[in-house]
């Protein structure tokens, strides 16, 4: 099956810096790849996704890159706030089933 | 527009008891999934539905079963609960895709099993 890998688990930015999360899939027949954020005690809520016939996508301060050659894709926010706190996942969807990685808990520091 | 709904929200369970969770949307989606959440894990897809009357097993589906008698419900059964069964569990809903769509998810159900 595919194998979803995530880096960083934990990452801290001050307000204003832009973080970036980084995740590999294995399987070449993944074409979505969604990002979720999950608040404490919350299920985990989409932010942004991009299919496989395209290489980024952006979303105000959210952005997110696909390399299908390299099998890896990214997370990047930008000018961030408090409120970004959070942890977040990414996930690759090959058939009906979605496979996710293993999370970064983002800290936001004011 | 409730959205996904999860019942009960808390549990505790002895070992070799048995329970059901109920998952309800009422977003008319065609999918419904089941997930635990374990820390350090992420998220493991337990099984799944694309349809009424459907199921399917993911990728953790050992020591549960499922059921989708109606569209808007999607049941996740443990005939004898066991230690490792304890995290949080997930239900998620979507419509019928090709290439990709959203999953909307419950708030969860957090499950001890002593």
């Known amino acids: 099956g595919e194998n979803v890998e995530q880096h960083p688990s934990t990452l801290s930015v001050q307000e204003g810096d832009s973080a970036v999360i980084k995740c590999t899939y294995s399987d070449s027949a993944s074409n979505y790849f969604p990002w979720y954020k999950q608040e404490l005690g919350k299920g985990p809520q989409l932010i942004i996704d991009?299919?496989?016939?395209?290489g980024e996508k952006k979303d105000q301060r959210i952005a997110v890159t696909l390399n299908k050659t390299a099998k890896h894709f990214s997370l990047h926010i930008t000018e961030t706030q408090p409120e970004d706190s959070a942890v977040y996942f990414c996930?690759?969807?090959?058939?009906?089933?979605?496979?996710f990685g293993t999370g970064t808990s983002l800290t936001v520091i004011p | 527009n409730a959205g996904v709904t999860q019942t009960p929200k808390f549990r505790v369970l002895k070992t070799g008891q048995s329970m059901t969770l109920l998952c309800a949307q009422d977003?008319?989606?065609?999918?419904m999934y089941w997930y635990r959440q374990d820390p350090g894990m992420g998220l493991r897809l337990i099984h799944y539905?694309?349809?009424?009357?459907?199921?399917a097993k993911g990728e953790v589906p050992d020591g549960y079963n499922v059921s989708r008698l109606k569209k808007q419900n999607f049941l996740l059964g443990l005939e004898s609960a066991a230690p490792s069964q304890t995290s949080v569990y997930f239900c998620?809903?979507?419509?019928?895709?090709?290439?990709?769509?959203?999953?909307?998810f419950g708030p969860g159900t957090r499950l001890t099993v002593t």
């Open positions: 998620a809903s979507s419509y019928p895709w090709t290439g990709g769509g959203e999953q909307y």
């Open positions: 977003m008319n989606h065609e999918y």
């Open positions: 539905s694309v349809g009424e009357g459907t199921t």
């Open positions: 991009i299919r496989s016939n395209v």
């Open positions: 996930a690759a969807n090959t058939g009906n089933q979605f496979y």
